[in-house]
């Protein structure tokens, strides 16, 4: 109570602007209000701060310059996904979700990032119309907020996010996350922390996620499935991830993911290009579960480093949000995995003969090429067989006849 004490009469004093950490502290847990926009020079990248006020841009105005970092898979902060986007037709608030991953670290109540949004201009001739607007997300289930997760551990969040379209219409515009601009974090304590998006990581599709934001409009439901110290191996054109499932869920109901659901996963090859694959979970033994992706129609060549954070939604109604993380996982793996070019046949065809046929069938296909063969050489003897002499002198005696 002393310390609370002497901390309001600090904030009014005005000499408790920072906390010894350098992060400011609200002492209340609250989104800082509105900025005045700070601009910057039409063919610079913006300066201003995530909690800004929206402000109109010229849309030719540099955008998420900054590298989304795709390799930092122990980055405290990292962005897992971004869906259910909404929009209104004409100006008005859009809505979406965003899943993050806390790794050893506090997670925060309040995440505030920057958008740009593009508006379609009907008329060819005219410039396109864009806007720098604020973006506040709020954590889904408060009572994660202020949890501490020790060294090593992590906990994938849902945040729902908003922001005012004010200058066209919502519906048929781009909305990208513009990484020039540091996202604002405020903690359940009302400490505000800055972080810059080179210090964030992007799993899976979600760098890609980010420059179309609006794209992303599949809901993901309030459960979580995760194949945990995960294995891959490759059987034909099957590729088969195996761990440990683990399901988390911020509702009372029955988690869905089981034996026999089907994931709709999303994987990077080594060109970072998305290929997403309809993929069959089964159970092996009682925690031990199995994700089998046909490639046979979209070969992919990875790496353990590629998967390792890759997600997914299963088909069923829960919409559950699921991901991977492979077993004894090093960002320096370079571990190759290549499936091998599909003929697009049915599926987990595993025949023991490199052609795909049974022995019965291939023993057929060798009579009848025998038979072909035979009746082909018949009939290149019968051909050349010499046709029988003409006998002149019977035709001599004829005309004499007739004559």
């Given amino acids: 109570m002393r310390d609370v004490k002497e901390k309001k009469i600090r904030k009014l004093d005005g000499t408790d602007s920072e906390t010894e950490s350098g992060a400011t502290d609200t002492t209340v847990e609250t989104t800082p209000a509105a900025e005045s926009y700070q601009s910057s020079p039409s063919n610079a990248p913006e300066s201003a701060s995530a909690p800004a006020e929206n402000a109109v841009v010229e849309a030719t105005k540099p955008v998420a310059t900054q590298e989304k970092s795709t390799e930092l898979k122990t980055a405290p902060v990292q962005v897992k996904k971004f869906h259910g986007f909404k ?66 551990e992590g906990q994938n969040i849902n945040y729902n996010c908003e922001a005012n379209a004010t200058q066209g219409d919502a519906s048929t515009a781009n909305f990208t996350l513009n990484t020039d601009v540091p ?60 761990g440990t499932l683990e399901q988390t869920s911020s509702s009372s109901r029955n988690l869905q993911v089981k034996d026999g659901s089907t994931i709709d996963m999303v994987l990077k090859d080594n060109d970072d290009n998305k290929k997403e694959y309809e993929c069959d979970l089964s159970a092996v033994s009682a925690n031990t579960y199995e994700l089998s992706c046909d490639t046979s129609s979209d070969p992919i060549e990875t790496t353990v480093s590629k998967i390792h954070s890759s997600s997914g ?86 005309k004499t006849d007739n004559i």
């Avoid at 979700?97 to 201009?121: A, C, E």
């Avoid at 420059?211 to 034909?236: C, F, W």
């Avoid at 960002?331 to 046929?357: D, E, F, M, V, W």
């Fill in 313 to 398: 939604v299963s088909t069923d109604s829960s919409k559950t949000y699921f991901t991977i993380e492979m077993d004894g996982y090093d960002s320096n793996s370079t571990y190759a995995i290549k499936t091998p070019q599909g003929s697009g046949s049915s599926r987990y065809t595993y025949a023991k003969s490199s052609s795909g046929l049974s022995g019965g069938a291939i023993a057929g296909i060798v009579i009848a090429c025998v038979v072909a063969l035979a009746a082909v050489s018949i009939a290149a003897i019968m051909l050349r067989k010499p046709s029988p002499p003409v006998d002149n002198t019977t035709i001599v005696d004829l």
């Fill in 183 to 242: 996202m604002t974090m405020v903690n359940a304590n009302g400490t505000i922390e800055s972080l810059d998006f080179k210090e964030v990581n992007f799993n899976g599709d979600s760098g890609d996620e980010s420059a179309s934001i609006q794209s992303n409009t599949v809901e993901v439901g309030d459960y979580e499935a995760t194949l945990k110290e995960s294995v891959v191996t490759i059987e034909r054109y099957i590729l088969k991830i195996t």
């Fill in 87 to 152: 929009a209104p037709k004409g100006p008005g608030k859009v809505t979406f979700g965003v899943f993050f991953y806390f790794f050893g670290r506090p997670i925060v109540k309040f995440i505030i990032m920057r958008l740009r949004i593009t508006y379609s201009s009907r008329l060819r001739n005219l410039q396109a119309t864009a806007e720098s607007a604020r973006t506040d997300c709020t954590i889904k289930d408060s009572s994660l907020a202020g949890k501490v997760l020790s060294e090593g």
